[in-house]
């Protein structure tokens, strides 16, 4: 039975990727969708909830982007990419393993470095990618303030 909180709930998923969707369409974000992702992982029902769940993903991010950086500089300086890659993707599966909800940043880097980028220079995708979970991080914020859990 779908109780008055759940469809709050959604209510409120569906306009933070309404939001997300518009920021994204208006900057004209190539990938523009993982703002969408990021306001139904991000959006809780309690603001703190969806403070935590954010800061997680937006950390996530920001370090597989850097770590992602690191790999496609040392690519443009003619090491192998894909050793670079491996190398990279060992500290950030411990981290993980040691704090699942930094796991991002290992979704990051496999993306930044082995999904083609449509957008530019190779280095634009980290710096889309933390822009987009921004997006989706700072709707799903507004959202959950401006429209808090109903009692």
């Given at each position: 039975?779908?109780?008055?909180e759940y469809l709050w709930q959604a209510v409120r998923i569906l306009a933070a990727c309404a939001v997300s969707y518009g920021a994204s369409r208006l900057i004209g974000l190539q990938e523009g969708y993982?703002?969408?992702?990021?306001?139904?992982?991000?959006?809780?029902?309690?603001?703190?909830?969806?403070?935590?769940?954010?800061r997680d993903r937006v950390l996530g991010t920001v370090i597989g982007a850097l770590a992602g950086l690191a790999v496609l500089g040392g690519g443009e300086?003619?090491?192998?990419?894909?050793?670079?890659?491996?190398?990279?993707?060992?500290?950030?599966?411990?981290l993980t393993a040691i704090k699942p909800n930094l796991r991002l940043c290992c979704i990051t880097l496999v993306i930044v470095v082995l999904v083609p980028s449509t957008?530019?220079?190779?280095?634009?995708r980290p710096l889309q990618r933390v822009l987009e979970i921004l997006i989706g991080t700072l709707a799903s914020i507004a959202i959950t303030a401006a429209f808090p859990q109903q009692r």
């Open positions: 039975m779908l109780r008055s993982w703002a969408l992702v990021t306001a139904v992982v991000v959006t809780q029902p309690a603001l703190d909830s969806t403070l935590a769940a954010g300086l003619g090491f192998s990419s894909l050793v670079l890659f491996w190398i990279a993707l060992l500290p950030l599966a411990i957008a530019g220079t190779r280095f634009v």
